[in-house]
């Protein structure tokens, strides 16, 4: 038996007889389907990740087992690549609550509950407003306004990330618009990228189809990208990062010496900014930490790239970073992340000394 469950989900029924001798194990079926198929003379290769349950010899009912094979394909999406897992009770309380995330999630960008909060990035020097980081927030319906560190790591996990990184990047794009049709000199935006948008292979055409969407200035966006990537799939980015710069788009190494960064990774990349994280930054009056954050300013330098410290929330720490040769920051002493309508308000004044 075979039936269509959702838009890329399917349902097999398959008899197993004697495990051993069965032509339907799962790493047979595995293989059958990593084949590549031929369409209209050409040959077409398709992506396959599966959760399975048997029935064996117990009494369960058929929604029994599409719950168990849906928890246990939830828990392939926490892997890279083409995976399968069989469902084993463990997967019970932990995966529920992830799947109804994963569902709320869905329902909420389809019902537009997300909302994009705006934080100033200012120079130092005298506070002048030179840019600002897009974060995202859920304004839940029962549990009123959410932080990304509830929602995004699920949103990673289920694969939900690319189509909510997709709307997080029209949003921008939008209100870039709607700030420069206001007459308001707009700032360069930073938007948080995740590896998946890159997987599809076409993000820097996606990119520049909004771009022209909206008339917007590939000049007024940068993306962030976090350390962790670099590792595990430098090859699939080089091609897309080197288009998205010849676009004109800056490119941000984000949360800066708390990953697998080498010194490789900012020769092959050329980023134009790095960030330094707001751990370090926080902990400047321990000495270990201020030295890394002297450290990457020498190595930002030698590279010609400009440093944001994050997480600035002292006078203190803000005038050490100044004496250290820190061009840019952001953090609470300036601003906390703010609706775009305050953040229209933080671009007419230009400039902020530090928050109220």
């Given at each position: ?19 051993e001798g069965s032509p339907h194990t799962p790493d ?229 010496g708390t990953g697998y960064s080498s010194l490789q ?92």
């Open positions: 038996l075979a039936g269509r469950t959702g838009g890329d989900e399917f349902v097999l029924y398959l008899p197993t007889g004697d495990a047979s079926f595995f293989r059958l389907m990593a084949e590549p198929f031929l369409i209209a003379e050409v040959e077409v290769v398709i992506s396959v990740r599966f959760g399975y349950t048997i029935l064996g010899e117990s009494r369960r009912s058929v929604e029994s087992l599409l719950r168990e094979a849906e928890l246990a394909l939830f828990r392939t999406r926490e892997e890279v690549g083409q995976s399968w897992k069989a469902y084993t009770s463990d997967m019970d309380a932990a995966t529920r609550e992830r799947i109804a995330l994963t569902r709320e999630i869905r329902n909420a960008l389809r019902n537009h509950q997300f909302e994009m909060y705006y934080q100033p990035k200012v120079a130092l020097s005298d506070g002048a407003v030179v840019g600002c980081e897009a974060l995202i927030r859920w304004n839940h319906p029962q549990h009123g306004m959410q932080s990304p560190a509830l929602f995004i790591p699920v949103a990673e996990k289920s694969q939900l990330i690319a189509p909510l990184g997709f709307w997080i990047l029209e949003e921008v794009c939008n209100q870039l618009r709607q700030w420069s049709d206001a007459g308001l000199e707009a700032v360069p935006v930073a938007i948080n990228v995740s590896i998946v948008q890159f997987r599809g292979g076409d993000f820097p055409d996606r990119v520049a189809a909004l771009l022209r969407k909206y008339s917007i200035s590939p000049a007024l966006l940068a993306f962030e990208v976090t350390e962790s990537v670099f590792e595990k799939e430098s090859i699939l980015l080089q091609s897309q990062i080197q288009r998205l710069r010849e676009m004109g788009i800056r490119l941000s190494l984000d949360d800066f990774y900012l020769q092959d990349y050329a980023f134009d900014e790095i960030k330094i994280d707001q751990g370090f930054v926080r902990n400047m009056s321990e000495h270990a930490s201020e030295k890394i954050v002297e450290t990457i300013l020498g190595l930002s330098s030698a590279f010609h790239a400009d440093v944001v410290a994050e997480g600035i929330e002292t006078e203190e720490v803000r005038d050490r970073l100044i004496a250290l040769g820190c061009t840019y920051g952001q953090g609470y002493f300036y601003s906390r992340p703010v609706p775009a309508a305050k953040f229209e308000e933080i671009l007419k004044d230009k400039r902020i000394k530090h928050s109220a």
